[in-house]
T-cell receptor
Framework: NAGVTQTPKFQVLKTGQSMTLQCAQD?????MYWYRQDPGMGLRLIYYSASEGTTDKGEVPNGYNVSRLNKREFSLRLESAAPSQTSVYFC??????????????FGPGTRLLVL | QKEVEQNSGPLSVPEGAIASLNCTYSDRGSQSFFWYRQYSGKSPELIMFIYSNGDKEDGRFTAQLNKASQYVSLLIRDSQPSDSATYLC?????????????FGTGTRLKVLA
């Protein structure tokens, strides 16, 4: 049981390049999330998917697109990377059991540097 | 005003003492409140969640919620050096069917042996 996995672990891009960050979970969770974490800014929600086939914008969606490929996989795409997108990206998944009881499980993160 | 505010610290406490971490939030419609622990270079790990006013205890950890004061805290009893980490407060609210998760910037805790 791997939990939440993310690939790649590290990536260096040049400005204007594109890439897709992959995320998969094996816990049969309905909800999945993409966050970015920057020094002094905390975790900020980029996009989330409450269930397979649905996606919604979070706090900082500009410059990103997502795909909920199936229940397991949720990818994040940068179409034209910018230095401002240098960050650590975390994927998470969760299941709401009852009355707001919820546990988010985070992946190990992807460290992205855009030059 | 930030939506979720935490003192960045570091908060230094001696081993065996009680560490008290505080968080305030601005959205009165917030429904659920979470405390995560994050070691340097690692991903966040959920420690506690709380959604009702009052205290919730789990082992050495106690979460306290006061919705009237828009305040949530985490107490760590018998602090250990292994508790040294950054503690993130997170608040979840739902507006017009849209989830909003807001994290604070975290409080760095140092437990001194």
């Amino acid at each position: 049981n791997a939990g939440v996995t993310q690939t790649p672990k590290f990536q260096v891009l040049k400005t204007g390049q594109s890439m897709t960050l992959q995320c998969a979970q094996d816990m049969n969770h309905n909800s999945m999330y993409w966050y970015r974490q920057d020094p002094g800014m905390g975790l900020r929600l980029i996009y989330y998917s409450a269930s397979e086939g649905t996606t919604d914008k979070g706090e900082v969606p500009n410059g990103y697109n997502v795909s909920r490929l199936n229940k397991r996989e949720f990818s994040l795409r940068l179409e034209s990377a910018a230095p401002s997108q240098t960050s650590v990206y975390f994927c998470a998944s969760s299941e709401v059991l009852y009355r707001s009881q919820e546990t988010q499980y985070f992946g190990p993160g992807t460290r992205l540097l855009v030059l | 005003q930030k939506e979720v505010e935490q003192n960045s610290g570091p908060l230094s406490v001696p081993e065996g003492a009680i560490a008290s971490l505080n968080c305030t939030y601005s959205d009165r419609g917030s429904q659920s409140f979470f405390w995560y622990r994050q070691y340097s270079g690692k991903s966040p790990e959920l420690i506690m969640f709380i959604y009702s006013n009052g205290d919730k205890e789990d082992g050495r950890f106690t979460a306290q919620l006061n919705k009237a004061s828009q305040y949530v805290s985490l107490l760590i009893r018998d602090s250990q050096p292994s508790d040294s980490a950054t503690y993130l407060c997170a608040v979840k609210s739902i507006t017009s069917g849209t989830y909003k998760y807001i994290f604070g910037t975290g409080t760095r805790l140092k437990v001194l042996a």
